[in-house]
């Protein structure tokens, strides 16, 4: 099956500790996204990667960190400098050229802060 | 500066009716404009979807309606039902070919629609 697979479902952690949360596609997808999810808030970007080893930041990259070393892969560290990281986190990819920018989401990872 | 608002922030409907959500946006680079649905735990899923050419899309049940000269559409549900409960996100972004750089998706809040029996 195609799609994008997050891991884990759900991540607990200490304050203080850095949690890497994983995204995988097999969609052959360039480029890749990363949102977090608040209720009421809607989707807001984190960081996004168009191409291998690049990536941009979003609306809220602080206290986060990404690397892009493989094109399938797309994976979220949430430092111990983000203040409330406590949300769900959503990773999506989408071709890079083309008329539309269709984004294909993952099941999510929620993250709770103890 | 939230360049897609969307409203209503929750609606119920009861089962057969027509269920409405209405978005705004300000950019007029934005060219693509996607709906997503998305059930409790789970991620997004591309919905339908309309770019400005046409004023009308229409999937089954959902039809998106665009207003170009407002900067406005929005997503009809006909004959609603129990299983369209979920929460409803407008989006837009430019065209890749616009020249507004990053074309990545800017989302409204979203609506959470209950569809009562």
């Known amino acids: 099956d195609g799609g994008i697979t997050q891991s884990p479902k759900y991540l607990f952690r200490k304050e203080g500790q850095n949690v890497t949360l994983s995204c995988e596609q097999n969609?052959?997808?360039?480029?890749m996204y990363w949102y977090r999810q608040d209720p009421g808030q809607g989707l807001r970007l984190i960081y996004y990667s168009q191409i291998v080893n690049d990536f941009q930041k979003g609306d809220i990259a602080e206290g986060y960190s990404v690397s892009r070393e493989k094109k399938e892969s797309f994976p979220l560290t949430v430092t111990s400098a983000q203040k409330n990281p406590t949300a769900f986190y959503l990773c999506?990819?989408?071709?890079?050229?083309?008329?539309?920018?269709?984004?294909?989401f993952g099941p999510g990872t929620r993250l709770t802060v103890l | 500066q939230q360049q897609v608002k969307q409203s209503p922030q929750s609606l119920i409907v009861q089962k057969g009716g027509i269920s409405i959500i209405n978005c705004a946006y300000e950019?007029?680079?934005?060219?693509?404009f996607p709906w997503y649905q998305q059930f409790p735990g789970k991620g997004p899923a591309l919905l339908i979807a309309?770019?400005?050419?046409?004023s009308e899309k229409k999937e089954g049940r959902f039809t998106i309606s665009f207003n170009k000269s407002a900067k406005q559409f929005s997503l009809h549900i006909m004959d609603s039902q129990p299983g369209d409960s979920a929460t409803y996100f407008c989006a837009a972004s430019p065209s890749p070919y616009s020249g507004a750089g990053s074309y990545q998706l800017t989302f409204g809040k979203g609506t959470k629609l209950s569809v009562i029996p």
């Open positions: 309309i770019r400005p050419d046409v």
């Open positions: 999506a990819s989408s071709r890079v050229a083309g008329v539309s920018n269709e984004q294909f």
């Open positions: 950019n007029t680079a934005f060219d693509y």
């Open positions: 969609l052959n997808h360039d480029a």
